[in-house]
């Protein structure tokens, strides 16, 4: 697996991003994935994630109803479409793959083996 994570920039509140994942190794349709988000002087923390096969998502509540997670395998493509974006949205976002083994586990990142380099979203009041 080899992700490589895009779609970053700056936007104005209340404004959208998409953010894209790859793995250009080609493998992302056999694992989970997941969008983490790392603040400065906090810790990263868990946005959204997929499951493979079926495609159950999960959200942080702080996201729900603004971002939506999707996958499209025979692209090895993992999305996050983010919508009506708020200052505290701003951080470094980082896609993930894994083999989480419950709804829980999607939402931690230690269930995650690979990871992308990050892409920056900065989200102005």
């Known amino acids: 697996v080899q992700l490589q994570a895009s779609g970053g920039g700056m936007v104005q509140a209340g404004g959208s991003l998409i953010l894209a994942c790859v793995d250009t190794?080609?493998?992302?349709?056999?694992?989970?994935a997941g969008w983490f988000r790392q603040s400065p002087g906090k810790e990263r923390e868990f946005v959204a994630a997929?499951?493979?096969?079926?495609?159950?998502?999960y959200y942080a509540d702080s996201v729900k109803g603004r971002f939506t997670i999707s996958r499209v395998d025979v692209q090895n493509t993992v999305y996050l479409q983010m919508s009506n974006l708020k200052p505290e949205d701003t951080g470094v976002y980082y896609c993930?793959?894994?083999?989480?083994?419950?709804?829980?586990?999607?939402?931690?990142?230690?269930?995650?083996?690979?990871w992308g380099q990050g892409t920056q979203v900065t989200v102005s009041s």
């Open positions: 997929i499951s493979m096969f079926h495609g159950r998502t």
């Open positions: 993930a793959a894994g083999a989480p083994v419950s709804p829980n586990a999607f939402r931690g990142y230690t269930a995650y083996d690979y």
């Open positions: 190794a080609g493998t992302f349709s056999s694992y989970g």
